[in-house]
């Protein structure tokens, strides 16, 4: 069944350390987006791409940085520049945003600083 | 710049009929969404609205006013399972893809 899968689901960061969080759709979408959101947050954006090689950051890209090398894949990168990193991350696919087509969301990754 | 708001919390008795509004502020629009939002799981889509007026889909309904940057949801005939986030989120220019802060909506006896 086609859809997008984000690993690990849990994940503990120590102080200085930098974590990679996993993002991998099968959809053929172009459009992926990185997503965080705190306790009883809504969704900030932190990172989006439209096509391959391409990628812009979004209001919160601070501390964070992404690759697009492959159509599938969408890795997001917590660097030790992230201060506050505690937080649930999602990541999205869509084909065509304007469209109003189903955006496809993983199921999220757990960060916790320790 | 782009701006999206929606009250922060709800409280609403079940059966009855709860509306959440959603005010947005963009150079670039193309539609609104709306979702609803468990705690600690993925969004799940209820609508999307690019033309002026009302959708509905069973209990749920969804109206946009593009002129006033303005879209509500109606939930009808309230259910315990309907505590949950909702949030607003709308796609604009270069297709980014913007979400409000979300409503804890309540649902209570």
């Known amino acids: 069944d086609g859809g997008i899968t984000q690993s690990p689901k849990y994940l503990f960061r120590k102080e200085g350390q930098n974590v990679t969080l996993s993002c991998e759709q099968n959809?053929?979408?172009?459009?992926m987006y990185w997503y965080r959101q705190d306790p009883g947050q809504g969704l900030r954006l932190i990172y989006y791409s439209q096509i391959v090689n391409d990628f812009q950051k979004g209001d919160i890209a601070e501390g964070y940085s992404v690759s697009r090398e492959k159509k599938e894949s969408f890795p997001l990168t917590v660097t030790s520049a992230q201060k506050n990193p505690t937080a649930f991350y999602l990541c999205?696919?869509?084909?065509?945003?304007?469209?109003?087509?189903?955006?496809?969301f993983g199921e999220g990754s757990w960060l916790t600083v320790v | 710049g782009q701006n999206i708001d929606q009250p922060t919390e709800m409280t609403a008795t079940e059966g009855a009929i709860v509306q959440i509004n959603c005010t947005y502020q963009t150079s670039g629009f193309n539609g609104l969404f709306w979702y609803q939002q468990h705690a600690g799981e993925a969004p799940t889509f209820l609508s999307y609205?690019?033309?002026?007026g009302l959708e509905e889909k069973g209990r749920f309904s969804s109206f946009l006013s593009r002129s006033k940057g303005y879209s509500y949801l109606l939930l009808k005939e309230l259910q315990m399972k309907d505590s949950a986030s909702y949030l607003c989120?709308?796609?604009?220019?270069?297709?980014?893809?913007?979400f409000g802060t979300g409503t804890q909506l309540k649902v209570e006896l």
């Open positions: 999205a696919s869509v084909d065509i945003p304007s469209s109003g087509n189903t955006i496809y």
């Open positions: 609205n690019v033309l002026d």
């Open positions: 959809l053929n979408h172009d459009a």
């Open positions: 989120a709308f796609t604009g220019g270069g297709n980014k893809l913007t």
